[in-house]
């Protein structure tokens, strides 16, 4: 691994006598903490800790922030995920007093507008979902998954359907749905996609029986394709008797034109930090509220936040319910991010999203679709999948192409998923991006491909430019270096 930068680390910085802070006088009686820890458990001499000014940590921690990528500073490609733009009014409310300050030990009666905007946002996603009722206590989408899942196992369970242990999901699907399921308790069963990129019907028929829990599906699915047959795919599956759960980590291609709930789906999830435009990335705060049918309805986790008369409670009272999936109720900073941008936006405000979001895919897979192979060439959703295989028979690599991506300052998109799409690419633009933003993005990845035609080379060694350059991955995934460590 090389470091291509001769910036100083605080460590090789430091100077016997510099000092960089000062202490308020003491104004609490001193304590002898040999009286109050073992004695192994007491530093014998003082920390080796960096001796610098004030001004040297400022910098050092300045430039360290200018080394991190984020959605405010640049363009965020990453299929299925969308990195959409976070709304600073979103922020703005989460920092009212009322809201930043609220506990969750406090009496309910003194939270009642926490708990209004709770209830209004479970009833604003229950109408952009067609589902009956919806809890935001799942803390992030996968966890929503096996949330759904655990409620479809209860409902099989209590109705004396112990033989329903699989579960069904496309070849194309993400790779939490499988996961979830077996997390859940399920044996996870594969069905292929046809040669549109679409659920084969067929094989549908063929794996769905009396063992069938549940199909879990993304709509439109990975590949970005809208299953067309969706409606034919809720009969096959609910007259073998299972149940259909909804991926939400694609909504923000239909809202307004179609819901979950419209198509036959019994169960949802939502990604309220994608679709919703809550922050997200470098293992959260997420949100994956969950939305289900009147007669999964029963089997929410409590406690279930409803009217009764004039106030707002948390519903302990649910015989059948599969109990509290979170401490306290959400990531309530989400829900509110997430009820600004609803509120913000509102119903035709929606619908653009998705029309946008749509109209960025395309024509960027188009344009694209001159250099890169496209598996599957009709008009695509919200997000698109290029294949590498046209460049790694030059020897260039869909790695290679993600880590030349850095010299030119953009993040890689999400590459090798799916899974059932070779040397695959997945670009999701968002409705968020200007198209200028896109066209660069656009010329960068054509002269990538142009470069891995006559100098091959350039792309297989990049990044050239990073401050840290091409890792060996093995070494770097199996032995992090993970403190400094001093030459």
Known sequence: MQNNTDFPLLFE?????????SLPPLDVPETDLSEVFESAYIRSEPAELPELSELQIIRHYTALSRRNYGVDSGFYPLGSCT??????????VIRMEGFSHVHPYQDTKTAQGALELMFDLQEQLKEITGMHEVSLQPAAGAHGEWTGLMMIRALHEKNGEMQRTKVIVPDSAHGTNPASATVAGFESVTVKSNEEGLVDLDDLRRVVGEDTAALMLTNPNTLGLFEKDILEMAKIVHEAGGKLYYDGANLNAIMGYTRPGDMGFDVVHLNLH????????GGGPGSGPVG????LAAFLPKPVVRRQGDEIILDENRPDSIGRVKPYYGNFGINVRAYTYIRTMGPEGLKRVSEYAVLNANYMMRRLSEAFDLPYTQHCKHEFVLSGRRQKKLGVRTLDIAKRLLDFGYHPPTIYFPLNVEEALMIEPTETEAKETLDSFIDTMLEIAADAESHPEIVQEAPHTTVVSRMDETTAARKPILRYISE
């Open 274 to 281: 994608k679709t919703f435009t809550g922050p997200h990335g």
């Open 292 to 295: 289900v049918s009147e007669e």
């Open 83 to 92: 990195m959409k733009y976070n709304p600073k009014i979103n922020e703005d």
């Open 13 to 21: 910085q430091t100077k016997p006598g510099r000092t960089g802070y």
